[in-house]
C-alpha cells in the first residue's frame, strides 16, 4: 500500500485520502454509460473520522469499480467508449479533469453473506441494486453489491492534515509524564508537528483549503 500511494504522489505529498460508495448507488439493469452519467457529482464518501468534504479537483486517483452489469447503454455521452474501462476514465476525466487517474472495472461485485454485516437498505435487490420502492426480505438478503473505491491526492488533505495538527497541538503535552517516558523526545515532537504541517501545504490550491494553516500555526 505505501508503493501504491507513492505512485499517486508527488511534489512533496507523501499521503492518499480513501474514498469509497458502498454499495454504489445504480438501478439494476442500467448500463455502466447510463448509471455514471446519471451521477453529477461522484457518490462517494471520505473514509475519514472527519467532517464530510467535497472534492471538486484532485491531483492524482485510482478508482476501481466492481460489480455493475455490462448491458447495453441506451442513450449516454459516454456510449461512444469502446470499454468498461474507458467509460469510466472518461467520467473521471470529466468530474476531475487534468488530474492523472487510473481506472480498473471489474465485473465480479463484492460478497456480503454473513459475517459480513447486515446493514443495508430494504431499497437494495438481493445484487445491491436500487428498487424504486422496497423490497419483501430483509436487508439481510443482500448477498452482493457494486462497489466504487478509490485513493485520492486531493486538496481536501490540507484540510485533514491542518485539523490533524491542531488536535495534536491542543493537548500540553509537557504535562503527560507517561507520553515521553514511553521514549518520545519534546524537540522530535515539535519536529513531527513541523513536517506535518509542511506537508499539509503541499496540498493547499486555494480550492480545498479553508484557512485552516493559520490556527494550525498557534499554541
Known amino acids: 500500500m505505501l508503493h501504491f500511494a507513492d505512485s499517486l504522489t508527488f511534489s ?11 454499495p454504489f448507488p ?20 471520505l473514509l475519514s473520522s472527519w467532517k464530510e468534504q467535497k472534492v471538486s479537483c484532485c491531483f492524482a486517483q485510482s478508482v476501481v469499480l466492481r460489480g455493475i452489469c455490462q448491458e447495453k447503454a441506451t442513450r449516454s455521452p459516454l ?12 467520467y473521471l476525466h470529466t468530474q476531475f479533469p487534468g488530474a492523472f487517474s487510473t481506472s480498473h472495472v471489474l465485473q465480479q461485485p463484492c460478497h456480503t453473506q454473513p459475517p459480513f454485516p447486515q446493514f443495508f437498505s430494504p431499497l437494495l435487490t438481493r445484487r445491491g441494486f436500487l428498487l424504486d420502492k422496497a423490497q419483501g426480505f430483509s436487508s439481510a438478503g443482500v448477498e452482493s453489491i457494486p462497489v466504487l473505491a478509490a485513493l485520492q491526492s486531493s486538496p481536501v488533505l490540507h484540510w485533514l492534515l491542518s485539523g490533524l495538527c491542531r488536535e495534536l497541538r491542543a493537548p500540553n503535552v509537557r504535562r503527560w509524564s507517561s507520553f515521553f517516558t514511553a521514549g518520545v523526545e519534546q524537540d522530535d515532537f515539535q519536529e513531527a508537528l513541523e513536517e ?22 498557534s499554541d
Do not use: M
Not at 12 to 22: C, Q, T
Open 26 to 45: 445504480a438501478l439494476s439493469g442500467s448500463s455502466l454509460p447510463d448509471i455514471l452519467s446519471a451521477h453529477q457529482d461522484v457518490p462517494w464518501k
Open 196 to 217: 506535518i504541517k509542511t506537508l499539509a501545504q503541499c496540498y493547499e490550491t486555494g480550492f480545498g483549503a479553508d484557512g485552516s494553516e493559520d490556527e494550525a500555526d
Open 12 to 22: 512533496g505529498r507523501k499521503v492518499v485520502a480513501a474514498w469509497a460508495a458502498l
Open 79 to 90: 456510449h461512444s467508449c469502446e470499454s468498461p474501462e474507458q467509460v469510466l476514465q472518461q
